[in-house]
């Protein structure tokens, strides 16, 4: 698990490290899951809690073993260890197909869907 830091003013969002997939991705505000209710214990990015969030109009989905993911592509102001990352590309969940106990990121590599 890692800690890193979205938006302004930043949120703190617990990351689980996947080795398996490319794509960095945060729940998105009004998140929903498939069972009809909230999509789970999250910390949430959207409009009202950034100011420097832009959902583009271009979708996004990513699927796992255990269930999938689909939302937007955004731009956001991202900090990891201290490090600034300025207009940072990545997805938001707008949909869960399954419940998921934390959030899912990997390192950012040539694989990354989202670019």
């Known amino acids: 698990i890692a800690n890193m830091k979205i938006g302004t003013p930043p949120k703190t969002f617990r990351l689980l490290i996947d080795s398996g997939s490319a794509d960095l991705w945060v729940g998105a505000t009004g998140c929903r899951s498939d069972a009809g209710g ?3 214990n ?3 990015l959207g409009q009202d809690s950034s100011s420097s969030y832009v ?3 271009d979708d996004w989905a ?3 073993v255990s269930g999938s993911v689909w939302g937007y592509i955004v731009h956001d102001d991202v900090s990891i260890a ?3 990352l300025k207009n940072l590309t990545f997805g938001v969940a707008f949909n869960e197909s399954a419940e ?3 959030y899912l990121v990997t390192l ?3 694989g990354n869907i989202i670019c």
């Open 100 to 102: 998921f106990t934390g």
């Open 55 to 57: 959902q583009s109009k």
């Open 108 to 110: 950012i590599s040539k």
């Open 62 to 64: 990513i699927g796992y």
């Open 38 to 40: 909230d999509c789970g």
């Open 82 to 84: 201290g490090l600034p």
């Open 42 to 44: 999250h910390t949430f």
